[in-house]
């Protein structure tokens, strides 16, 4: 849970995010390239697999876009890395 963190600047690159709380948090200037998430479309079969309660999206702050920001998205088991 990193719910309201203040992770401005930080160095986030290739984290592990999957099912993570971001709600609320300041991700202004952080470096998530490459950093792995999970959304809405992530399968029961993944979630699973990732050790997590199905569904298991990763909540990020509104008006955010991991896409834009150089994350990918794991959603089924061959986009585990």
């Known amino acids: 849970m990193l719910q309201?963190?203040?992770l401005q600047g930080?160095?986030?690159?290739?984290?592990?995010?999957?099912g993570a709380i971001l709600?609320?948090?300041?991700?202004?200037?952080a470096i998530l390239k490459n950093a792995i998430y999970t959304d809405k479309?992530?399968?029961k079969v993944t979630?699973?697999?990732l050790y997590l309660k199905y569904p298991c999206p990763t909540i990020f702050p509104e008006?955010?876009?991991?896409?834009?920001?150089?994350?990918?998205l794991i959603k089924e088991l061959k986009d585990i890395p």
């Open 4 to 6: 309201e963190a203040n």
């Open 10 to 18: 930080a160095i986030l690159q290739e984290a592990n995010l999957q």
């Open 23 to 29: 709600q609320g948090a300041i991700l202004q200037g």
């Open 41 to 43: 479309s992530t399968l």
């Open 47 to 49: 979630c699973e697999r």
């Open 63 to 72: 008006n955010f876009n991991p896409k834009t920001a150089g994350m990918k």
